[in-house]
C-alpha cells in the first residue's frame, strides 16, 4: 500500500460504520485502461476509474501527470476517494464545462473535479485556464 492508505482507511471505516471490504482501484498515466486496476496493472484513466467505483471506494493515484486521455470535468460519486502518494508526485491537469445555477442566473465554468462529500487527497490541481476550479 501507499503512504497514506492507513489514514484514508480509517476515514472510510469512520464514514461508512458497516463497510466490510474497501475497495482500491489503482491509476497510472502509464497504466492500460484494459487492465484491472490493481497495484501492478493499474488503469490508464481517472475517468474509467470513476465509472467503476461504488460508495467506500479509493481510486489511487499513482504518481505523475493526469491530462490524456481523460473526460473533463472528473465526476467523484459521493463516498469514493481520490487519492495520491502526495501533492508533489500527482497532477490533475485539464478541465471541462460544468454549469452552476446561482439563484436565477446559470453560469458555465471550466472545472478540473467535481467532488461530493469525500475529499481529494494528495493531489495538485494547476489551473490551465483563470477559471478552472474543483467544485
Known amino acids: 500500500m501507499l503512504k497514506g492508505d492507513s489514514f484514508i482507511l480509517a476515514l472510510q471505516r469512520k464514514r461508512y460504520r458497516y463497510l466490510t471490504s ?7 498515466p502509464t497504466g492500460q485502461d484494459s487492465h484491472e486496476g ?5 488503469l490508464k484513466t481517472i475517468t474509467l476509474a470513476l465509472q467503476q467505483t461504488q460508495p467506500g471506494s479509493v481510486v489511487q493515484l499513482l504518481p505523475g501527470t493526469y491530462q490524456a486521455d481523460e473526460r473533463f470535468p472528473l465526476i ?3 463516498g469514493v476517494t481520490i487519492a495520491g502518494a502526495t501533492a508533489e508526485t500527482v497532477t490533475i491537469l485539464g478541465g471541462g464545462p460544468l454549469e452552476r445555477t446561482m439563484g436565477s442566473t446559470t453560469l458555465a465554468v471550466n472545472v478540473a473535479v467535481v467532488l461530493g462529500e469525500i ?3 494528495f ?3 494547476p489551473s490551465p485556464t483563470p477559471r478552472a476550479a474543483a467544485y
Open 76 to 78: 467523484v460519486p459521493e
Open 123 to 125: 493531489a495538485k490541481l
Open 119 to 121: 475529499a481529494l487527497k
Open 22 to 28: 474497501m475497495s482500491v482501484l489503482y491509476v497510472s
Open 38 to 42: 490493481t497495484a501492478n496493472f493499474p
